[in-house]
């Protein structure tokens, strides 16, 4: 069994940045393919950036450019990077590993 903690997230203003973090233990780590997901209020859960294995990164078209997705498989972590942050950004932000296994999710809100 998987178990994903995420760390990071918080209040910032438009146009600054955020670091997340994803921390994976009960599993082969290096082996999933990472994701973060983000769902805001009264809308689905959409994919927002993953990163296989060998470290193929895929990005949701509204966050190219501002997203940038990485792993430590030595700290069995993948890291969500956020720049130029939107109050659009808005959304409790959910680790996966294998589009299978979930975090509790971290909670992500831009307001000035």
């Known amino acids: 069994q998987v178990q994903l903690v995420e760390s990071g997230g918080g209040l910032v203003q438009p146009g600054g940045s955020l670091r997340l973090s994803c921390g994976a233990s009960?599993?082969?780590?290096?082996?999933?393919?990472m994701a973060w997901y983000r769902q805001a209020p009264g809308k689905q859960r959409e994919l927002v950036a993953s990163i296989s294995s060998g470290g193929r990164t895929d990005y949701a078209d509204s966050v190219k450019g501002r997203f940038t997705i990485s792993r430590d498989n030595a700290q069995n972590t993948v890291y969500l990077q956020m720049n130029s942050l939107k109050p659009e950004d808005t959304a409790v932000y959910y680790c996966?590993?294998?589009?299978?296994?979930w975090g509790q999710g971290t909670q992500v809100t831009v307001s000035s």
């Open positions: 009960g599993g082969t780590f290096r082996v999933y393919i």
């Open positions: 996966s590993a294998h589009h299978a296994y």
